[in-house]
C-alpha cells in the first residue's frame, strides 16, 4: 500500500510535465498495488477462517471455499502482468501456494514449496510480512502433526529455530512470545532432544513472564526436559512443587505426571492420575474449546 502511494506521487509528477505515456504505466502499477494490497489482508483473513474451521470444526467451510476461489481469480488476474517485479512475483507465487493449501493442508509439495518460497527471499522483504507467512506455515505443520504426520516435526523444529536466530521473539531488543507459541516451540525441541537448544530456550524467556506465571513456567519447562532426559525422579520432584493457576496448566502437569509414573512402573498412581483428569475435565464446564 505504501508503493501505491509512491506511485501515484510519481504520476502526478509525469502528468504535471506532459508525460502522459509514463504517467498511463505508473496508473497501470498503482491499481496492481491496490489488488496486491488486497491480495495480502484476503490471505490473512482467509487464515483465521481456515484455523476456526479446522480447530472448531465450524459449518463455514462452503463458504471459506467460496473465498478460496475468489482469490484464485484474483491471483490469476495479476499473476501473469507485465509490471511485476522479482519480488512480487514470489509474493504473488507464495499466496498462491497458501491458497493451494488452504484446499489441501497435508499436502507435503505444497509445504515444501511454501517453506522454499519463505526462507529463499527472507532478508529481502519487510521482516513483519516475513512473520506473517512463517507463522502460516507453522501452522500448517501443527495441522499435519495433529493429525499424526509426525514427519513435519523436524520440519516445525527447523521454522521455530529460525525464527528464534533471526529475532522474532524479541519485541524492542526485549524476549517476547505468547504462552501458546512458547509452550508449542518448548514441545517440539524437546520432544526432539534437542536439549542444547531447549536449555537455552528456556533461560531466554526464563524472566519475560509476568510474576505469577513465571515460576511455572520455568519450572515445568525444566519439568518437561527432565523427563525427555529420562531423569524422571528429578523430573517428578520439580512437578510436586508446582501449583497452576490455570486449567492447561493443570492438564499438563497431569499429563507429564502420568507419563512419568508410566516410565516408573508405577500403574496404580498412573490410574489414580488418569481418573482425576478424566473427572476434572468432564465435570469442568468451563473449560474452553482450545483446551
Known amino acids: 500500500f505504501q508503493r501505491f ?10 502528468i504535471k510535465i506532459n508525460r502522459y505515456d509514463i504517467a498511463i504505466q505508473s496508473i ?60 512480487e512475483k514470489w509474493l ?35 521482516k513483519n510480512l516475513l512473520y506473517v507467512f512463517i507463522n502460516h506455515l507453522n501452522n500448517y505443520y501443527l495441522l ?6 509426525d514427519d513435519l516435526r523436524k520440519e516445525l523444529f527447523d521454522s521455530y529455530k529460525f525464527m528464534f536466530e533471526k529475532g522474532f521473539f524479541t519485541l524492542n531488543d526485549k524476549p517476547f512470545i505468547s504462552y501458546s507459541e512458547y509452550r508449542s516451540v518448548l514441545h517440539i525441541s524437546a520432544g526432539l532432544e534437542n536439549f542444547e537448544w531447549s536449555e537455552r530456550f528456556i533461560e531466554y524467556f526464563k524472566d519475560m513472564f509476568k510474576n505469577e506465571k ?19 525422579q528429578d523430573s517428578l520432584k520439580i512437578i510436586s512443587n508446582i501449583h497452576p493457576r490455570e486449567q492447561i ?8 505426571r502420568l507419563k512419568i509414573f508410566y516410565e516408573l512402573d508405577y500403574f496404580d498412581s498412573s490410574i489414580s492420575v488418569i481418573n482425576s483428569l478424566r473427572y476434572y475435565i468432564y465435570n469442568n464446564s468451563n473449560l474452553n474449546k482450545e483446551i
Open 249 to 256: 496448566e493443570k492438564i499438563d502437569i497431569d499429563i507429564l
Open 214 to 232: 513465571k515460576e511455572y513456567i520455568y519450572d515445568y519447562s525444566n519439568a518437561l526436559l527432565c523427563y525427555v532426559k529420562k531423569k524422571y
Open 92 to 126: 504473488i507465487n507464495l499466496c498462491k501456494t497458501e491458497t493451494l493449501l488452504y484446499s489441501d493442508p497435508y499436502s507435503k509439495e505444497n509445504l515444501r514449496i511454501m517453506k522454499e518460497l519463505v526462507l529463499n527471499v527472507s532478508e529481502n522483504i519487510d
Open 28 to 87: 497501470r502499477k498503482s491499481r496492481l498495488y491496490i489488488i496486491l494490497h488486497f491480495l495480502l489482508v484476503s490471505i490473512i483473513n482467509l487464515n483465521f477462517d481456515f484455523l476456526y474451521i479446522n480447530n472448531y470444526n465450524s459449518d463455514d467451510e462452503n463458504k471459506f471455499t467460496e473465498k478460496t476461489v475468489n482469490l484464485f481469480e484474483i491471483i490469476n488476474i495479476i499473476e501473469n502482468s507485465d509490471l511485476l517485479n522479482e519480488d
Open 144 to 149: 499435519n502433526l495433529s493429525e499424526n504426520y
Open 5 to 14: 502511494g509512491q506511485v501515484w506521487i510519481k504520476t502526478y509528477f509525469y
